[in-house]
């Protein structure tokens, strides 16, 4: 036999084994339109150039999509019976733990979904091996988010991938289902994003890392709560909305990577009092600003009736001395605290500028953990500075 036969030999069983060993280390994952730790051929000059990774149109989806199983419904379309499904879903299977609640009403649903510059999109999962006509054991939701990215200019728009719970293993085809229907329902939107909030995705790249801070924060009254300082946060509501706007306008100057929702779902949380903005100014304009928002879970041995949570969503910070943007923030969550006490519970990532609050919330940490963002269908050259990211939504 000559050598080159045997050459050839070596590497058929080589690529055979690797191809082999990537299906079954990553079966789910191996099969997303996503940039994996193994496409060495992403890190070539040819290749490494931001782009969707799939044509939609053209595209049927990989073995995991399943639409006679999974159906994709606009949220305009929904009818009060699956609402009320997919509330009932998320309260019951969102979260997995006995001691922490996940409360979700119609009203706080109406919320999330309002006021979008696109539609939003829920799948539900249908149970085969159940008969009976409510056979619903899953659902998922994404909701559009504004895109700036230096690496990628020409990305304007994404999904975001949220809200999972299914009472099934069947988690991978209603993710895959659904973001790939939602990708085919609108063409222009050819990324998603999705937030795993505790572990990896093993074998993909993330978009960025981060870790999420649990606090506890005393209740009003305690002196540890009563910041000595003369700066007087006010609250961005109906009367001063342009300045909110005209601070939105200037965030690709402050950051590499920027992914909100728009300014009309942002007006429907804060009229609804699910979200709530702080800042404070001087002569020139605004200096900080901070997105609190309900997350909507009760952590139930904290204090004798259980601790509401808030999650510092995102802020900003114009000026240098993190001492300051620290004390704006613990006064902020005061104010919102003298209007309903039971928020005692604080979450927190380290993207962006929330890392400035590092020292301060270290103070009072209950728990730490680490978690990813990771962009579907979109290849982006280079992993994202988390401390360079500004993430709403």
Known sequence: MLLEQYIFIFFFFLFAAVFIYIHVAYPFWSHMPVSHTYDWHHRLPYFNKPRPLESTPYHRGNKFCDPTRVSTTSFYDLTPEMIDKFTDLLNCHYLPSDSILFAIEKKS??????????????????????????????????????IYSKQAPDLKAANCIGYLACSSAETRKLIATHEHACRRKNPEMKASILKKHVGNCAGVRPLAEFDTRLLYI?????????????????????????????????????????????????????????????????????????????????????????????VLSASFYKGKDKAIFAR???????????????YVMMLVDDMGHNGYLTDVLDAKLVKKTSGAYYMINYLLPEKVDKDRMFMLG
């Not at 799948?123 to 659902?139: A, L, R």
């Not at 304009?285 to 309900?294: K, Q, R």
């Not at 704006?328 to 039971?342: A, P």
């Open 109 to 146: 649903f109406a919320t999330l979904f309002s006021g979008h510059f696109d539609t939003p999109h829920i799948s539900f999962f249908k149970d085969k091996d159940v008969v009976e006509k409510d056979n619903i054991c899953g659902c998922v939701a994404s909701y559009p988010l504004h």
């Open 218 to 310: 005393n209740p009003v009254g305690n002196s540890e709560n009563k910041p000595k300082t003369k700066m007087s946060p006010f609250q961005i509501y109906r009367e001063n909305w342009s300045m909110l706007i005209d601070t939105l306008a200037t965030l690709p100057s402050k950051f590499d990577f920027c992914a909100y929702i728009d300014i009309g779902a942002i007006k429907a949380r804060v009229d609804a009092s699910q979200m709530w903005i702080y800042g404070f100014r001087d002569p020139l304009g605004i200096v900080a600003l901070y997105f609190i928002e309900d997350a909507l879970m009760l952590y139930e041995n904290v204090n004798d009736y259980g601790g509401k949570t808030m």
């Open 328 to 342: 704006g923030f613990t006064e902020s969550v005061r104010l919102i605290q003298k209007q309903n006490k039971d």
